[in-house]
């Protein structure tokens, strides 16, 4: 297990490193610290945030009501039609309270006035976990 802790470390490294950008292309806001990316994935909330970010496009603006619909039926096995508004309630409270201000500044941009969030580096965070996973299951 030691040996896939170091292999993930290793990985997060590798992918949160600063990427080279061409003059076309917007740099990375930050530098994700792996330290910060292992505290953010502890969460199981968190990590299905990320990886629901993770197949939105960078940039895109996206209602923090959809987010938690989303993350209340991953949460509740069902499908958004069949969520209580007390299951939404829940994971929106939730999410607006804890888990956005932990992901802001380093997997997203959450604007708490307007209730959007905009993925910045969910995808790359969600390749170093699958890649953490894969290195467990070998």
Not at 16 to 31: G, I, L, V
Not at 36 to 59: C, H
Request: charged share 25%; net charge neutral.
């Amino acid at each position: 297990m030691r040996s896939e802790l170091t292999n993930f470390i290793r990985r997060l490294r590798e992918i949160t490193a600063p990427s080279t950008h061409d003059q076309t292309s917007q740099p990375y806001a930050t530098d994700i610290e792996y330290s910060d990316v292992l505290n953010l994935l502890t969460s199981d909330r968190r990590r299905w945030v990320i990886q629901l970010l993770a197949s939105e496009p960078t940039g895109e603006t996206i209602p923090l009501s959809k987010l938690a619909e989303q993350v209340a039926a991953k949460e509740n096995n069902c499908s958004v039609s069949e969520l209580t508004s007390q299951q939404r309630k829940r994971v929106y409270i939730s999410l607006q309270q804890q888990h956005m201000p932990q992901l802001n500044g380093v997997v997203v941009e959450y604007d708490s006035n307007r209730q959007v969030v905009v993925p910045t580096e969910a995808q790359r965070v969600w390749d170093a976990f699958k890649a953490f996973q894969i290195e467990l299951s070998r």
